[in-house]
């Protein structure tokens, strides 16, 4: 095993037993993967995550064939779908998150009640549509309610967030929970006051820049 392979392996097992410390996973539920060798390395599935060692994390070739000791999460085939439709995401994280999956029961669409919605992308975070956990309809549907956007909700399922490497994926994650509990609350109150269309594009366009240098006005 290469050193850079062991060290991605002991990552995603940090990531995956940060989630649980977080309070995004409970038991063996929610998954996390990273990007390599053309394929990925993915948490395995019906084991949680202080029952792991690096050496139990599953690695999918470029042709879909499993790799190592356990079997792969069974919502590997969403993994690869996502990796093969967004080149941006190098990590990516599924948890069922206390306050994303309540959304998700929902199945509502967060809408631009607080300007952090455009750190995900848009004007919105989208709710997919339901399928059966480990399906091919569910990896279709999560790729299409991620277009544009890092994080979806999966209907009465959870929450999906990707990354440009495990730290960033796992730094989505716990923001979008945030979000989706700063949501939910506010709802307790009556329907948000929105941000406008125009309000949100200004944000974005913020955004780029954002964590780079500026020069500052006069």
């Known amino acids: 095993m290469s050193v850079s392979e062991a060290s ?3 990552e995603l097992l940090a990531t995956s037993r940060a989630m649980g410390s977080a309070g995004l996973n409970v038991g063996t539920s929610g998954n996390a993967s990273v990007r390599w060798h053309g394929g990925f ?10 029952a792991c060692t690096s050496g139990d994390m599953a690695w999918v ?16 085939m969403l993994h ?15 948890a069922h998150s206390p306050f994303a999956t309540a959304l998700a029961c929902q199945r509502i669409d967060i809408p631009p009640f607080h300007y ?10 989208r709710c997919s549509r339901y399928a059966t956990f480990g399906t091919q309809a569910l990896s279709d549907a999560a790729v299409a309610a991620l277009a544009g956007r890092s ?15 495990l730290a960033h994926a796992l730094a989505q994650a716990v923001e979008f929970e945030t979000l ?23 944000v974005i366009d913020r955004f780029r820049d954002y964590g780079r240098p ?5």
Request: hydrophobic share 45%.
């Open 116 to 125: 952090m919605i455009a750190r995900f992308g848009g004007h919105d975070i």
């Open 80 to 94: 690869r779908d996502i990796y093969a439709a967004r080149p941006d995401a190098g990590a990516i994280l599924h």
């Open 180 to 202: 989706c509990a700063q949501y939910w609350h506010t709802r307790q109150l009556g329907d948000p006051v929105l941000l406008s269309t125009a309000e949100m594009d200004e």
């Open 61 to 76: 070739d470029a042709s879909d064939r499993a790799h190592g000791p356990l079997a792969p999460s069974s919502e590997w």
């Open 8 to 10: 991605l392996r002991a």
């Open 214 to 218: 500026r020069e500052l006005a006069d």
């Open 41 to 50: 390395l993915v948490t395995p599935s019906g084991l949680a995550a202080d």
């Open 151 to 165: 994080a979806c909700l999966l209907a009465n399922h959870g929450m999906l967030v990707f990354g440009r490497d």
